[in-house]
T-cell receptor, first 112, second 115 residues
Framework: AQSVSQHNHHVILSEAASLELGCNYS??????LFWYVQYPGQHLQLLLK??????LVKGIKGFEAEFIKSKFSFNLRKPSVQWSDTAEYFC??????????FGAGTRLFVKA | DTGVSQDPRHKITKRGQNVTFRCDPI?????LYWYRQTLGQGPEFLTY????????KSRLLSDRFSAERPKGSFSTLEIQRTEQGDSAMYLC?????????????FGPGTRLTVT
C-alpha cells in the first residue's frame, strides 16, 4: 500500500536556524508531491508542489523542496526560519488518481 | 470569505445517532474531497467527487458512511449509527483542474465527538 513517512513529529528551532523536514513515500510509479502547512488556528494550505521538471521546487515564504526519485524523498527546507513559521507541516502524494495520501505531520515550533 | 466552508464546526452526538455534515466548496471548483483527521495523524482520504459524480471512495469508508454532491455544488457527509471511533475532525477540500496535481483548498473542518 502507498504510504508517506515524515521522520520528525516535533521539531524545535531558534529563529534564523536552518530547517529540513524529511518526507519519504512508498510508490514505484509516477507521483505528484505536495507540502501543506497549517498555521495555528488556520486551514491547511499549499506550501509547494512538484509534478515534473526541475526537482528543486520553490514555494511560498522562502520554502523549497527537493525531489530525489532514487531515494523516494521530497524533503522540505528553509535556510532561515522565523517565529511565524511555527506550524504543522504535512507531506502528501498523489499517484495518478485523485486519492491524496498525507503523512502524519511535523509540528515545528520556532523560538523567538 | 469565498473559501471552503463547513457546517457545523463542532458536533457532539451520542453513540448510535446519525449525523450529517455539509461542505460548500469554492464556487467554481469542480472537485470536492472529504478527509478524516485524528489526533497526531495527517488527513486520511475518504472520498472524492468530480462535479456530482463520486469517483473514488476509500475502503476505510464503511457502509455507515455516505456522501453526496447533488448538482455538483455543496456536498454532505452522513454517518449513520455513530461509534466512538468515528470521533475525529472531518475535513472538506475543493480544487479546480484536470489532473492529480491540483492544489486543494481546505475548509476549517467539522470536529465530531461521539459520546
Amino acid at each position: 500500500a502507498q504510504s508517506v513517512s515524515q521522520h520528525n513529529h516535533h521539531v524545535i528551532l531558534s529563529e534564523a536556524a536552518s530547517l529540513e523536514l524529511g518526507c519519504n513515500y512508498s510508490y514505484g510509479g509516477t507521483v505528484n508531491l505536495f507540502w501543506y502547512v497549517q498555521y495555528p488556528g488556520q486551514h491547511l494550505q499549499l506550501l509547494l508542489k512538484y509534478f515534473s521538471g526541475d526537482p528543486l521546487v520553490k514555494g511560498i515564504k522562502g520554502f523549497e523542496a527537493e525531489f530525489i526519485k532514487s531515494k523516494f524523498s521530497f524533503n522540505l527546507r528553509k535556510p532561515s526560519v522565523q517565529w511565524s513559521d511555527t506550524a504543522e507541516y504535512f507531506c502528501a502524494v498523489t499517484t495518478g488518481g485523485f486519492k491524496t495520501i498525507f503523512g502524519a505531520g511535523t509540528r515545528l515550533f520556532v523560538k523567538a | 470569505d469565498t473559501g471552503v466552508s463547513q457546517d457545523p464546526r463542532h458536533k457532539i452526538t451520542k453513540r448510535g445517532q446519525n449525523v450529517t455534515f455539509r461542505c460548500d466548496p469554492i464556487s467554481e471548483h469542480n472537485r470536492l474531497y472529504w478527509y478524516r483527521q485524528t489526533l497526531g495523524q495527517g488527513p486520511e482520504f475518504l472520498t472524492y467527487f468530480q462535479n456530482e459524480a463520486q469517483l473514488e471512495k476509500s475502503r476505510l469508508l464503511s457502509d455507515r458512511f455516505s456522501a453526496e454532491r447533488p448538482k455538483g455544488s455543496f456536498s454532505t457527509l452522513e454517518i449513520q449509527r455513530t461509534e466512538q471511533g468515528d470521533s475525529a475532525m472531518y475535513l472538506c477540500a475543493s480544487s479546480l483542474g484536470t489532473g492529480s496535481m491540483d492544489e486543494q483548498y481546505f475548509g476549517p473542518g467539522t470536529r465530531l465527538t461521539v459520546t
